[in-house]
């Protein structure tokens, strides 16, 4: 059974940094495209970053662009996040996401989905 479980979202304070985690089992971690998503309230669910199997090739959306970082480590199927300078416009519920194929930006081109780690970052 493929499971994936993100952890390390918490209430931050404006400027400050996190790093999220996404624990893979039940998959091909190593072969799989991974990407980070996130929804807030109200609103519809926005890639935030993508990264190929073999880490050489990593994107982000504009939004986060020079603030996050993905990384991945296929000897412990985990993917992470790094978030620095956090804003209020980062506030969501964060998301990891795998797929065969190439990196995308859509939601629907995902095959497997985590449950989400709430990220709050106050004013």
């Known amino acids: 059974q493929v499971q994936l479980v993100e952890s390390g979202g918490t209430l931050v304070q404006a400027g400050g940094s996190l790093r999220l985690s996404c624990a893979a089992s039940?998959?091909?971690?190593?072969?799989?495209?991974m990407g980070w998503f996130r929804q807030a309230p109200g609103k519809d669910r926005e890639w935030v970053a993508g990264?190929?199997?073999?880490?050489?090739?990593?994107y982000y959306a504009p939004s986060v662009k020079g603030r996050f970082t993905i990384s991945r480590d296929n000897a412990q199927n985990t993917m992470y996040l790094q978030m620095n300078s956090l804003e209020p416009e980062d506030t969501a519920a964060y998301y990891c996401?795998?797929?065969?194929?190439?990196?995308?930006?859509?939601?629907?081109?995902?095959?497997?989905w985590g449950r989400g780690t709430q990220v709050t970052v106050s004013s």
């Open positions: 039940g998959m091909p971690f190593s072969r799989s495209s």
């Open positions: 996401a795998a797929r065969q194929g190439s990196v995308s930006t859509r939601v629907y081109e995902y095959d497997y």
């Open positions: 990264i190929t199997w073999r880490a050489d090739g990593t």
